[in-house]
């Protein structure tokens, strides 16, 4: 909080200093110089600052000092409470990944779903990302849109807001929402404040290659790097699941590469081109560059969720 | 206190129900009762025991409808337990004497129920194993965050307002009462001795009523919290324009008052003994929630209206599959015809009578919380049932469906819980000081006396 305040005072004095100085004469005496203020050495460090005689500024401070403590605690809380949402979660962020999912090269092949369900082992029940018909269907006359469904990885996202334990949080180096396995407890509010359907609970389902403890039983699924057996009552059975962006394929400074195959399976996969998945806050990325020259929509956008994953139409 | 019947009148009454409770029938009831509620208690503790230890999987739960029975009935717990504190405040907050002799009945109930909607959203996590963590690791942006600290308080409120009704009695109950309940109720005082003064046993009455006032208070915001903050968990859902309204949490409050009402009702003229002793009171419990019933109904016709007039899809979608969906008969059958229709017509039309009928106004006590119980499943299900994206369910895969039945572990263990509670619930008003200045128990059928003809009066047999 002191942090907030020194900067709340010192925006305050920047604004107007010269009429400040005609307005506040200064006084005999130097009372402030023996209890230099954070404040004070913090306003000194500026340059700009220095034409202000001190004894003039203690006059400024000390009208100013109370309510800018106030604004600041009150700017402070509501920063606060805008960090948590993840709305300033983007000063420190290093990526920004997303996906461009163009309406017009789907095909409605569905093998998007296969390679994440291949990648990430999901179980019966549990997809991270489904193909949908007609969600944004244009003409009544075209043929069936369809558009994959995977986590939109939103800036404010509203899933994470309601987890009662923060098992559930957007990733702020990259922004990918993620969920803790073991903090979880399963209360699933996340899937009824997903306005996207984008979460699964892990009901302990097993395929039968998993249900008969053949050798694909044995091989871990390689989500968040964790690499957990799968064993009734441990996690993530009875979590909540849903799309990392196959976060394990990153390497240790958080960077996918496409050449190295190390991207997400839906986007590695799809057989028309139609995933283009990317930091969309790199301009030479082709996600970013789609953005720029095609149309695109973003689905519920009016639920001020600001989804990082758009549709070309 | 108002005036005393006369005499006689007390002496009929008194005759009637020990005649009643002579009666076959109601020994018949009595035995059933006893035994099923037993039986559901244990199968049901069994089929917990199997869902705690084999995972949320063996319900009939999905990623469409994530929330089913468990939740309904954790609401539906925690509205009864908030509408009957909020209903005995009435007494020790605005003084209202007339209710007086129901107010430690009504702070019980809501004690039980706190807990059973506690056990029901227990049962309901996936892990419940970290449930801790709601406490360790909050999120604050988070209701039901908040809401565990609610409940805290709130249960704090509970037992301090229960103990500082009882404690007198307690105590001196702990002087005469020998055995171990002697030494349950010497440990329940909590060390306060009994005034044997008539000077000091007035300043301590007053002491109480001061400090059940003081508690009152605190209470009443904290309640209103508990079940509001409730409601919020689901209004502030925007994903789901049924829930996403402002008047949801007042929509929980006013069922919460209708259904804690009705049971105060029904446990007070069925369950604890000596209803007449309360036939000033009742009639004026009844009317209080036959007012806030008809006001929930209310909201529920505004919630209908606002939505049908807006016409946007995803908020008729529930409405629809509420009145038209394979599950209609739980809106129209329950919650419209058993939950408000025949409750009314119960307590307000009394053809050439004039006076309440007890033994009616716990039938339409009954009547109004499960009805109540049908507005809770009616918040849950429907509006999950909606898929939040169209094609997202499936019709063949049982975890994708949007049709949610619960199955038989689903309600085996919540009939269980409920039997539990009911069992808790009957024996503490039969063990505790339920009613002031009451003496205690000791067993009810040797006492009375043998020449009472058994015949039962037609009324009570249904009952």
């Not at chain 2, 609610?150 to 500082?164: D, G, Q, S, W």
Request: hydrophobic share 45%; with cysteine.
């Amino acid at each position: 909080m002191a942090e907030l305040a020194r900067t709340g005072v010192a925006d305050r004095s920047l604004d107007q200093p010269d009429s400040q100085g005609a307005m506040y004469p200064g006084e005999e005496g130097d009372a402030g110089m023996s209890s230099e203020t954070e404040v004070e050495l913090a306003l000194r460090r500026d340059a700009s600052l220095s034409r202000i005689d001190r004894r003039e500024m203690m006059g400024v401070l000390a009208k100013w000092l109370g309510a800018a403590l106030v604004g600041a605690t009150v700017l402070g809380a509501g920063e606060a409470l805008a960090a948590v949402g993840g709305q300033t979660a983007g000063a420190q962020r290093k990526y920004n990944y997303g996906m461009v999912i163009d309406t017009r090269r789907c095909v409605g092949c569905r093998a998007c779903t296969i390679a994440c369900k291949a990648e990430n082992k999901t179980p019966p029940g549990v997809f991270y990302t489904v193909v949908i018909e007609h969600v944004i269907g244009v003409d009544i006359e075209d043929r069936p849109t369809y558009a994959t469904r995977p986590c939109f990885h939103c800036e404010h996202p509203a899933c994470t807001v309601v987890c009662p334990v923060a098992a559930t949080f957007k990733r702020e180096q990259d922004g990918i929402v993620v969920v803790d396995y073991d903090r979880c407890i399963g209360c699933r509010y996340c899937m009824t404040a997903c306005p996207y359907g984008a979460r699964y609970f892990d009901f302990g389902d097993n395929y039968p290659a998993v249900e008969q403890q053949t050798p694909y039983a044995a091989v871990p699924s390689p989500e968040y790097g964790q690499y957990r057996a799968r064993e009734d009552g441990k996690s993530p059975i009875d979590n909540v699941r849903k799309c990392t962006f196959c976060l394990h394929l990153q390497d240790e400074a958080g960077a996918y590469s496409r050449a190295e195959g190390r991207w997400p399976a839906c986007a590695k996969t799809c057989t028309g081109h139609a995933i283009h998945f990317g930091d969309l806050s790199d301009p030479a990325a082709e996600a970013s560059r789609l953005l720029r020259e095609r149309r695109a929509v973003r689905i519920k956008e009016e639920l001020g969720t600001d989804p990082n994953v758009y549709y070309l139409i | 206190m108002s005036t005393t019947p006369p005499f006689e009148e007390t002496l009929a009454e008194g005759l009637r129900e020990i005649r009643i409770r002579q009666s076959r029938p109601y020994r018949a009831l009595r035995a059933v009762l006893n035994v099923t509620s037993w039986a559901l208690a244990i199968v049901g503790m069994a089929v917990l025991v199997y869902r705690l230890t084999a995972g949320v999987g063996v319900t009939n739960l999905g990623s469409i409808v994530p929330w089913g029975l468990w939740v309904a009935f954790y609401i539906f717990f925690i509205g009864l337990s908030a509408g009957s504190f909020l209903l005995s405040s009435l007494v020790f907050v605005f003084g209202n004497k007339s209710l007086e002799p129901l107010a430690r009945l009504a702070v019980l109930q809501a004690l039980v129920c706190l807990l059973l909607g506690l056990a029901f959203i227990f049962v309901d996590l996936g892990h419940p194993e970290r449930f801790l963590n709601v406490i360790v690791h909050p999120q604050w942006r988070s209701v039901l965050a908040w809401e565990i600290w609610f409940y805290n308080a709130y249960l704090a409120v509970l037992l301090v307002e229960l103990y500082l009704l009882m404690r007198c009695d307690l105590s001196r109950w702990a002087r005469v009462v020998p055995g171990v309940w002697g030494r349950v109720y010497r440990v329940l005082a909590l060390g306060f001795s009994f005034p044997d003064t008539n000077e000091e046993r007035a300043a301590h009455e007053r002491t109480t009523a001061k400090w059940t006032k003081l508690v009152g208070i605190i209470g009443i915001p904290v309640a209103l919290g508990v079940h509001g903050g409730t409601g919020a968990i689901f209004a502030v859902v925007k994903a789901r324009p049924e829930w996403y309204t402002p008047i949801f949490p007042l929509v929980f409050i006013i069922s919460a008052l209708a259904s804690g009402g009705g049971l105060l009702l029904f446990a007070r003229v069925f369950v604890q003994p000596e209803p007449e002793r309360d036939a000033k009171a009742l009639p004026l419990v009844a009317d209080l929630v036959a007012g806030f019933l008809l006001f929930d109904v209310l909201l529920l016709f505004l919630e209908f209206l606002i939505s049908i007039y807006g016409g946007i899809p995803d908020h008729i979608a529930p409405f629809q599959l509420m009145t038209r969906g394979p599950f209609a008969w739980v809106f129209w059958g329950q919650q419209i015809l058993l939950g408000v229709a025949v409750p009314m017509l119960i307590l307000y039309t009394r053809p050439g009578k004039s006076k309440y009928k007890l033994e009616e106004i716990g039938v339409a006590g009954l009547f109004i919380f499960v009805g109540i119980f049908a507005v809770r499943l009616n918040i849950v299900i429907p509006a999950l049932a909606v898929p939040v994206l169209p094609g997202l369910d499936s019709t063949t895969a049982v975890r994708l469906a949007s049709l949610y039945v619960p199955n038989w572990v689903e309600w085996l263990s919540s009939l269980g819980l409920v039997a539990l509670g009911a069992r808790v619930a009957y024996l503490a008003m039969r063990r505790l000081p339920m009613r002031e200045h009451q003496d205690w128990p000791q067993r009810g059928p040797a006492r009375t006396p043998q020449r009472v003809p058994a015949r039962a009066p037609a009324a009570t047999t249904a009952s």
